[in-house]
């Protein structure tokens, strides 16, 4: 099972949690966000540090293990997601908007194969009810991953979960993650699901002690207690 952590930001607290048993780390690109990564100077501190982090400090760790790093995206203009993409060395892009899947082919022929032949797409669906799990369909062709979160008034981070019955309902190829409000009580709900297509979790907002900020040993234990 894979396991993204999201919403980073501070330069120590990013290398903590790469310390830690994860395949994904998430930078929040949204304005509106509260974990919100803004263009800032590399010697500040915060995210393009993270790639001396990623690729000096824990290359003899990594080296059998790459942590791919996820640029979350919503609505943004094209122009902005291929800079950060090229900035940051990303390895996905996740939209979290009502992307279309002209503007996703757009943006994939515009990083593949000059700027970055390797990136993935993963589009974001919100789920409150089962008809929303059937919006996956649109997207097929088009992307490389689903992350099923809760639907709720901001682009994800609510802490919230939705009844993870619902994804009984989707019946595609595409790989997903699961999202939304997942929290430090939930190792063994998680150890529980069972789907084809569910290839690992997203989490956030409930193992913080601020925005942007996660709790190291909270995280650990619950890292632990899922992959036993």
């Not at 099972?1 to 929040?28: H, S, Y």
């Not at 008034?153 to 699961?178: C, M, R, V």
Request: aromatic share 8%.
């Amino acid at each position: 099972m894979k396991i993204k952590v999201c919403g980073m930001r501070e330069a120590q607290n990013i290398e903590d949690v790469m310390a830690l048993d994860i395949d994904m780390i998430g930078f929040i690109f949204y304005p509106k966000s509260s974990r919100y990564v803004s263009e800032i100077s590399s010697h500040a501190g915060i995210i393009p540090d993270m790639a001396s982090i990623d690729i000096k400090r824990h290359k003899a760790e990594n080296a059998a293990r790459k942590i791919k790093k996820v640029g979350v995206f919503v609505d943004d203009m094209p122009q902005n997601i291929v800079t950060r993409v090229y900035n940051y060395k990303l390895d996905y892009i996740q939209l979290h908007g009502s992307e279309s899947v002209t503007y996703i082919d757009n943006l994939r022929r515009t990083l593949v194969p000059d700027i970055a032949p390797d990136i993935k797409i993963i589009k974001a669906i919100s789920i409150r009810e089962a008809d929303d799990v059937k919006r996956w369909r649109s997207y097929e062709g088009h992307i490389d991953m689903l992350l099923f979160d809760t639907k709720c008034d901001t682009a994800g981070g609510s802490g919230k979960k939705f009844e993870w019955e619902l994804l009984k309902q989707y019946d595609g190829n595409i790989p997903f993650i699961l999202s939304g409000g997942i929290s430090p009580d939930d190792a063994e709900e998680v150890r529980a699901f069972r789907h084809p297509q569910c290839i690992g979790i997203d989490i956030n907002s409930c193992f913080e002690t601020g925005p942007a900020l996660k709790d190291i040993p909270l995280l650990r234990t619950f890292i632990t207690a899922v992959r036993a």
